[in-house]
């Protein structure tokens, strides 16, 4: 686990604050849970397309096949969107793959808690000021199981598009298929090389505004496996507060004179805009507020000399998943 040793008052915030995702070690949370989970998840998948569509009216919870969202968004996997808060949402799941997401998400929630508690010591604030946000009754927690199968099609297919989390902190586990990328800040993708023993985090948008950017959201994607790789299955808690729940820089964290980059807004104002774009949008861009000087955050113009002498990714291309 960090040992909460990023003192983000002077410049350098270390991995989170340059890249917005580090690694977790050492976490706790019993290899047996996420294998359980891993095993129960390969076995709804496999199961045929209409029973698993059976478990998909809930949107946008559920089971969800190539569609990300309402707006257009498509990638060749599959998943489950559940809420954590609300019991995983009304429609039913085979029991022995409920039992082992309950089990596996307590155990990762706590991590996202810890992780959250080392942060706000890091930052100097009360160690319970970003945990109690994101995990209090009414919290807006979610957890996703992504199921990507390889890729019969093309290599570099998009499994997932880019995009940063909207919530405050998400918490990634995956079996041994890689296909997960981040953006640096200079813009180049780097892989992550798949870790089934660690845990991974993001900083996400929330978290970026009320730490007044000190804390940067980190834009991630996933390659789909090629045909004769393995699926890759991932597991990832989000970490979101609660619809009334204001966000903004947070007081304590403020300069004399240090203006806040972000108009006001609820974590419900949030969800909502973000719903109604797409996922590579600059999801924060609207609640931005312009300053002299100041480097827009994750907006499309950030790596825009990166992207003059890059080729941009390859268009989604998918087709059925199953
Ligand atoms: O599957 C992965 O590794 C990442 C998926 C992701 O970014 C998401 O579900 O938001």
């Not at 949107?59 to 599959?78: A, F, M, T």
């Amino acid at each position: 686990m960090p040992q909460g040793n990023c003192k983000c008052g002077g410049a350098d915030c270390g991995p989170v604050g340059a890249v917005g995702f580090f690694r977790a070690t050492n976490h706790g949370v019993p290899a047996a849970l996420a294998d359980a989970l891993e095993a129960r998840a390969a076995a709804f998948f496999a199961m045929p397309l209409a029973d698993k569509l059976e478990h998909a009216s809930a949107r946008p919870l559920g089971y969800g096949n190539k569609s990300i969202g309402s707006n257009g968004d498509v990638g060749w996997l599959e998943y489950l969107l559940l809420s954590v808060s609300s019991g995983h949402g009304s429609f039913s799941l085979p029991p022995s793959l409920r039992a082992a997401l309950d089990e596996y998400t307590a155990a990762v929630r706590e991590v996202g808690g810890r992780v959250l508690e080392l942060m706000a010591d890091g930052l100097g604030l009360d160690r319970t000021a970003l945990r109690r946000m994101v995990q209090v009754a009414g919290s807006d927690e979610l957890v996703r199981v992504n199921h990507y199968p390889a890729c019969p099609l093309a290599s570099g297919v998009t499994g997932f598009g880019e995009h940063t989390d909207p919530q405050v902190v998400s918490v990634l586990r995956s079996n041994r298929t890689g296909g997960l990328q981040i953006m640096l800040r200079d813009g180049r993708w780097v892989p992550v090389a798949p870790d089934p023993s660690s845990l991974f985090i993001n900083v996400g948008d929330s978290l970026q505004v009320l730490t007044n950017g000190r804390f940067r959201s980190v834009k991630h994607r996933v390659v789909a496996p090629e045909a004769g790789q393995h699926s890759r299955l991932s597991v990832i808690y989000f970490g979101g507060p609660a619809p009334s729940q204001r966000i903004a820089p947070l007081p304590e964290l403020l300069r004399d004179g240090e203006q806040s980059l972000y108009r006001d807004f609820t974590w419900g104002e949030y969800k909502n805009a973000a719903y109604k774009t797409r996922l590579g949008d600059n999801r924060l861009g609207p609640f931005e507020i312009p300053t002299a000087g100041m480097e827009p955050s994750n907006s499309d113009h950030h790596c825009s000399a990166i992207a003059a002498v890059q080729p941009p990714p390859p268009p989604p291309h998918v087709g059925q998943v199953y």
